[in-house]
């Protein structure tokens, strides 16, 4: 039986670059993209843009519905890029259930670097208000969770080099 194809899930907190990166990625690979506020229901998306944080009832459906693309691509037989905060333990567990194929890629960077590329964003349901929630509900990823932590002080291009090389990806 031929193994699943591989779906790498870029998380970090709002601002690391996940979008920008996973875009990068997929195009780097030739594989699907999907970008994760996608799958946000109206009212999570007004919640947020509200200034208001999400609760894991609220981001239950959510991460339901990234984990039926998940589930496509292997249905498909074909590899992925998905960004998502992935913010909690359980947020990525959720993700990884039963799905051997899904591989995580931790954005980290500090708390004044994201701010600054915040509050230079436009357009964008998240508010730079919000980004002391997001590092209060992440939870780093551990030793045993075998993620791929890559620092955001490069840059996009860089940074996709360095997932590339550190995760053995078959660039195009």
């Known amino acids: 039986m031929p193994e699943t194809p591989p779906v790498i899930v870029v998380m970090g907190v709002a601002g690391t670059g996940k979008t920008t990166v996973g875009e990068l990625l997929a195009g780097r690979l030739g594989w699907h993209y999907a970008e994760a506020d996608t799958f946000h229901s109206a009212e999570n998306v007004a919640k947020m843009a509200a200034g208001e944080p999400l609760t894991d009832e609220d981001r239950g459906p959510w991460l339901a519905a990234i984990g ?15 960004s998502c905060s992935g913010l909690r333990r359980v947020y990525r567990d959720r993700l990884r259930d039963g799905r ?4 995580v890629v931790f954005l980290e ?9 915040l509050a230079a964003r436009h357009g964008h349901f998240m508010r730079a208000e919000m980004l002391d929630s997001q590092f209060a509900a ?5 030793p045993d969770e075998d993620v791929t932590e890559v620092s955001i002080d490069a840059t996009p ?5 360095e997932i590339v090389q550190r995760s053995h990806l078959p660039a195009r």
């Open 157 to 161: 291009e860089q940074i996709v080099e």
């Open 109 to 117: 960077g500090s708390r004044d670097l994201i701010m600054r590329r």
């Open 100 to 103: 051997p194929q899904v591989r």
């Open 138 to 142: 992440l939870e780093p990823p551990q």
């Open 68 to 82: 039926r693309w998940i589930d496509e691509r292997a249905a498909d037989g074909t590899p992925g890029v998905v």
